[in-house]
Each structure stands twice: as structure tokens, then as C-alpha cells.
T-cell receptor
Framework: DAGVIQSPRHEVTEMGQEVTLRCKPI?????LFWYRQTMMRGLELLIY????????DSGMPEDRFSAKMPNASFSTLKIQPSEPRDSAVYFC????????????FGPGTRLTVL | SQQGEEDPQALSIQEGENATMNCSYK?????LQWYRQNSGRGLVHLIL?????REKHSGRLRVTLDTSKKSSSLLITASRAADTASYFC???????????FGTGTKLQVIP
């Protein structure tokens, strides 16, 4: 298995632009998580899905952030409009109820908003 | 908010020495997990210990859990330079699959 795949790996954009981050979870996993990591705030859970349904989005900072999971093999995290304070590393992770419950992380997307 | 707080924040040891990291948490848990993050990479799961377990081993890793003190420790024996990374504890917070990560311990192993 290729593991959790994220794209792009790096994104540099200007304030006000729309940013879309993509994630392909491990096949067969029924949970998908989006995290944000910064030096100041550490690793924060933004939202997670179970069987493609959003379960908890209480960590989504603002209405500028939205996430979708149209099918079991794809999810997006969108920021519109982006702001410099959104600069961070965004991780996607997936897990399986049947396989221990620990999470498998993707390599992350490093977002820089100028 | 972060459930777990790791201690120390940073640790520097010589290769071959043992490294001990501690995690304290605030509310009751079903299980506690430890993850490793190499610089610029995603987190990698190391070990999971359930609330009814007191100790667990995996290779050079030993994890203990004291639910009465709401604390856990991760011991890495005979450390290697490749162990240099940040280590995070993660506790479930209601939903079995949803966890909250601590602040992390940055470990440096000097060859």
C-alpha cells in the first residue's frame, strides 16, 4: 500500500487566494482526519470523517475553512480566502476501526500564505 | 485544547543511553498512543496502551501507564541517532478514533 497520499507537498500563495489541499487515505480505512501543525499551537485536529460523513468539525477555525469527502478514497480541505495566519503544515491521516485504531499520517502539505 | 503535556520539552542524550519521556493528561481515557515525527515528516504510530494495561513493550520501546496519576512514560532503550525525532502522546477524547495530541518531546541522540 502506498500509504496516505497528500498533494501538493508545498503550496505558496498570496493572501486572498483559494487553496485546496488533497488527500487519498489508505484503502479500506473508514476514518479520515485533517490536522494543522504550527510551532505556536502544535498539532490541532480540524475535522474528521467516518465513512465519508463529517463527524466533528469543531476544530475548523473559521468559515473560511471547509472540508469534503465525496468518496472513500478522496478528501479535500479548502481555505477561501487564505490569510497569512493560515500558514502551517496540514496533515491528513486515516485509520481503520478494524485495525487497531491508530492513525496513519500522510507526508503533509506545507502551506505558506504571503 | 491539548489533552496531553509531554515532559521534558526537549531532551539530548548520547547514543546508547536510554531516553525517557513523560506524558500527563487531564481526563479519563480508553487508550493512550505514542507517535514519532521525524523532521519534515508525518507522524508514525509507535505503540498503543489501553487503560486496563500498565505496561507494554515493543522492541526497544517500553510504555507505562498510570491511570491514577493520569500519566504515561515512553522509554527508549539503547538509543540510536536514528531515534532523533519528536515524540507525541495522544489520548482519546470521547470518540474511540478521535485523539488529542500532546505538545511533544524533541529528542536528540548524539552519535
Amino acid at each position: 500500500d502506498a500509504g496516505v497520499i497528500q498533494s501538493p507537498r508545498h503550496e505558496v500563495t498570496e493572501m486572498g487566494q483559494e487553496v485546496t489541499l488533497r488527500c487519498k487515505p489508505i484503502s479500506g480505512h473508514d476514518y479520515l482526519f485533517w490536522y494543522r501543525q504550527t510551532m505556536m499551537r502544535g498539532l490541532e485536529l480540524l475535522i474528521y470523517f467516518n465513512n465519508n460523513v463529517p463527524i466533528d468539525d469543531s476544530g475548523m477555525p473559521e468559515d473560511r475553512f471547509s472540508a469534503k469527502m465525496p468518496n472513500a478514497s478522496f478528501s479535500t480541505l479548502k481555505i477561501q480566502p487564505s490569510e497569512p495566519r493560515d500558514s502551517a503544515v496540514y496533515f491528513c491521516a486515516s485509520s481503520s476501526t478494524l485495525a487497531g485504531g491508530w492513525q496513519f499520517f500522510g507526508p503533509g502539505t506545507r502551506l505558506t500564505v504571503l | 485544547s491539548q489533552q496531553g503535556e509531554e515532559d521534558p520539552q526537549a531532551l539530548s542524550i548520547q547514543e546508547g543511553e536510554n531516553a525517557t519521556m513523560n506524558c500527563s493528561y487531564k481526563t479519563s481515557i480508553n487508550n493512550l498512543q505514542w507517535y514519532r515525527q521525524n523532521s519534515g515528516r508525518g507522524l508514525v504510530h509507535l505503540i498503543l496502551i489501553r487503560s486496563n494495561e500498565r505496561e507494554k513493550h515493543s522492541g526497544r520501546l517500553r510504555v507505562t501507564l498510570d491511570t491514577s496519576k493520569k500519566s504515561s512514560s515512553l522509554l527508549i532503550t539503547a538509543s540510536r541517532a536514528a531515534d532523533t525525532a519528536s515524540y507525541f502522546c495522544a489520548t482519546d477524547s470521547g470518540g474511540y478514533q478521535k485523539v488529542t495530541f500532546g505538545t511533544g518531546t524533541k529528542l536528540q541522540v548524539i552519535p
